[in-house]
């Protein structure tokens, strides 16, 4: 019998009313997954674990998931982090994918994941003028000049990878294949824009490279595996094969209409 992971990333439920948000969560548990995959920016830091609570309330499976870089707004990634390292801490279904070692999900799968961050490496940062809320509403990353807060997004980047290096090459000592749940997407061809790659401009906000380069030199030796790796952030949906054996999909979202992504393992 085959398992049901049910995959919602950007589900922004501090868009929605009330009614809403209990409206859509009740959907969730209406499918009775096996697994519940959230991909990041699930609300912000001042009610992202009130939402969550609600969603471990309704859903009997477990509950995987990272964060995203809205989930920090109005807040600090360490107090937020912290916050949810203590939720977790309590609760027999959250699996905070960023800290976990990987999770046997099939008998030749495992999941692993981590938020990620857009790191400014791929793109032309030094030319771009994007200049996301990230960068005032999030206390690590405000008030910074452009080249610090650049030192800041590498640091975060390297963070995801030295991360993402340990527990890939864990999972695939003992699987065939690996699922990777990530925020921000690690390849530029995973980061759309109306049916075509990112620009120079806007890539160095949505896109991890660090990450992207550690998928590639792990799955460069390991030529008999598979990696899929499913991402959010960009709102856009793609799906691009990067490698024989490394596939990159990214959900769609769009604000207000929180859904569950069209994906079947
Ligand atoms: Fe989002
Ligand atoms: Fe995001």
Known sequence: MSSKFLWITDIHLDFLSTPEVD?????????????????GDIAMASNISVHLKKIEDAVDSKIHFVLGNHDFYNGSIMSVKKEIRDLVKYSSKFVYLDDSQPIQITEDTALVGHGCWADGRNGDYASSDVMLNDYVLIDELKDLSKFQRLAKLHELGDEAA????????????????????????????????????????????????????????????????????????????????????????????EYGKPAVQDWTW
């Open 23 to 39: 409206r859509f969560i009740g959907k969730l548990q209406s499918e009775s997954p096996d697994a519940l995959l959230i991909g």
């Open 162 to 253: 030295d991360r993402l290096r340990h527990n890939l090459n864990l999972a695939f000592n003992n699987n065939k294949n690996v699922l990777c749940l990530t925020h921000v997407p690690p390849f530029k061809e995973a980061c759309q824009y109306q049916g075509h790659v990112a620009d120079d401009n806007f890539l160095p906000h949505f896109s991890c490279k660090a990450v992207g380069d550690v998928m590639l030199e792990v799955m460069h030796k390991r030529a008999d595996s598979n990696l899929t790796v499913l991402s959010g952030h960009t709102h856009n949906p793609s799906r691009a094969q990067i490698l024989g054996n490394l596939v990159a999909i990214t959900g769609g979202a």
